[in-house]
């Protein structure tokens, strides 16, 4: 198998001093699938940035095919295709009219290429609106759409003789694992036609599963490679953190969970943003204190659920208790008054404020802790104190408070977000897709945080496709399909694969 990525002595320091990739080099061959893997802001999306030509390194060379990469075009040229971190889609812009966006060099009958979009999402079991704009889609329905786009991209430069490289950064966290193993067959078969594929991913398990080799990335440096067959995993997590992180490490601790409701829901519909009813009838009872799961399949009307308790949302029929009063229909602004969070499952276009500072984006909402005279006047030395706080805390990785927080990696920013929203205490926090994204590491400390929160007595609601988590942590996890809570269950009462089966729909 031929070369066909190079990197030279690269890399890439930005503004503030934080080098993001030191001194890499390393030869990627044709036809494997690499997994590229790490703790939050080790590198791994500035590296794959660089070979995409999205950014330029201060240090060093990237070759594709032997051509030196100097700008994003030289890349395509070459078949270098990137599905980012998180979307990268305008959001007035329809689905169908992102097809019709010229790419340099390639023409294409944009009807041909719907078909083909539309059929590959047929394929993996997915069904997207392409006639939907984006602001009014689910984040899952948008990475599905990216996949699909960018592999067919890459069938058309191999059509025409270029073997492509396709680049997958957190591509496939929203996507329920039948779906995730669809995809693995259809990984195999490209690279067995000379197809290079890098995934970046913090799900170990998809990545030592899906991969050829696995690249571990820490501090800007590439730290060890290790071959998937025959793979020693506790020397794999050795290599990304110097310590043992595993399901066993974010088992529960003894909480006090009472009869009483924190949150009852009754018979509750919700439409989302075109109308359609995606909450239908769904009954919820979650008890004070607990920590309480809801596994679902993404885009399955979970977001719309959780956006109506916390009062983003209306809904159509139905009724809210919170600790016993009837919440119905009241706005965000009031929800929080009565002790309420949520943490978005898109938590860089719904967490961060992105002109903003690091500092900023970690205290805003909480004026109360540094303000007098009701938020008139500010104590800044105490806002930065508690920033400060925040970010020892949650371990975020910042050089300077006053930056603004785009200069941080995006596993960073997420962890600024959450260490905003966690650090209130408030009496019931709706968790959504909470650990996509997050390195072991950052997922360890979410559940670390939400057992200071059960021993407390608050009370977390945590919906996620991952339900080994749920089984493992939460007191109670139901599941969810199609707009309702078909079942809830103890851990002791359920396993692994029959709510991936009541999630899917299959019983």
Partial sequence: MSTVVKLREVSKTFPGGVVAVDNVSIELREGKVYGIVGPNGAGKSTLMNLISGYMIPDKGEIYVHDVKINDFHTAIFEGVVKVEQNPNLAPGLTLAEHLALPMPGIFFNVDWLRRRVEKFMGDIGVKVDLDAKVEDLPISHLRVFE????????????????????????????????????????????????????????????????????????????????????????????????????????????????NDYALKVMNLNVKDDKGNLVVKNLNLEVYVGEAHGIAVIPGTGEKELAECIYGLRRSESGKILLFGEDVTNLNVFQMKKKGVAFISDDRIRDGIIPDASVEDNLTIGSEDKFSYLKGILLNKKEKKNLAESLIREYSIIAKDLRSPITTLSGGNMQRVYLARVMGRNVKLLIALHP?????????????????????????????????????????????????????????????????????????
């Fill in 147 to 258: 996949i699909a786009k960018a592999i067919i991209l890459c069938e058309l430069f191999y059509e025409v003789g270029v073997k492509p490289t396709l680049i997958l950064d957190e591509a496939t966290v929203f996507l329920p694992i039948q779906q995730k193993q669809i995809l693995k067959e259809v990984f195999r078969n490209l690279v067995s036609r000379g197809f290079t594929i890098l995934m970046i991913s913090h799900d170990l398990a998809e990545v030592i599963d899906v991969s050829d080799e696995i690249i571990v990335m820490t501090a800007g440096k590439i730290s060890s490679i290790f071959k998937s067959e025959n793979l020693d995993i506790t020397a794999l997590i050795k290599s990304m953190f110097d310590v043992t992180i595993s399901i066993e490490s974010i088992k529960p601790l003894p909480a006090t969970v009472t």
């Fill in 435 to 507: 650990t996509v994204g997050l390195d072991p590491m950052g997922t360890k400390m979410f559940f670390d945080k939400v057992n200071e929160r059960r021993s407390k007595g608050l009370t977390t609601i945590i919906i996620s496709p991952n339900i080994k988590e749920l089984v493992a942590f939460c007191d109670r996890i139901s599941a969810m399909y199609d707009g309702r809570i078909i079942g809830t269950f103890r851990p002791e009462e359920v396993t692994m694969e029959k709510l991936g089966l009541m999630v899917s729909g299959v019983t």
